[in-house]
Nanobody
Framework: QVQLVESGGGLVQAGGSLRLSCAAS????????MGWFRQAPGKEREFVGA??????TYSDSVKGRFTISRDNAKNTVYLQMNSLKPEDTAVYYC??????????????????WGQGTQVTVSS
């Protein structure tokens, strides 16, 4: 059974940083494209960024502040979040795309999802 487990969320002041991790129980982890999404209260889940063999992509709202990386030896993808703003408050989810190609923005393009981790940014 595939599992994606996010960790690293918490409460941080505006301007601060957090690093989220997503550990995946995928046998061929390196072949998967991995995405990060977030969902704020009362809003739809939205794309944050993704990483694949073709590179990384970010939403305009986080570009220049967030960085996605991965360690294939540890089956883990990371989301480094700097210069956090109150509007970054949300539950953050990682997701896995088995096609492995491209950095996709649609929820439907991903096959597996984690349970999410809460990030709260205070002003």
């Amino acid at each position: 059974q595939v599992q994606l487990v996010e960790s690293g969320g918490g409460l941080v002041q505006a301007g601060g940083s957090l690093r989220l991790s997503c550990a995946a129980s995928l046998r061929t982890f390196s072949r998967y494209a991995m995405g990060w999404f977030r969902q704020a209260p009362g809003k739809e889940r939205e794309f944050v960024g993704a990483i694949s063999r073709s590179g990384t992509t970010y939403s305009d709202s986080v570009k220049g502040r967030f960085t996605i990386s991965r360690d294939n030896a540890k089956n883990t993808v990371y989301l480094q979040m700097n210069s956090l703003k109150p509007e970054d408050t949300a539950v953050y989810y990682c997701a896995a795309d088995s096609t492995g190609w491209g950095t996709k923005r649609r929820l439907d393009d991903y096959d597996y999802w984690g349970q999410g981790t809460q990030v709260t940014v205070s002003s």
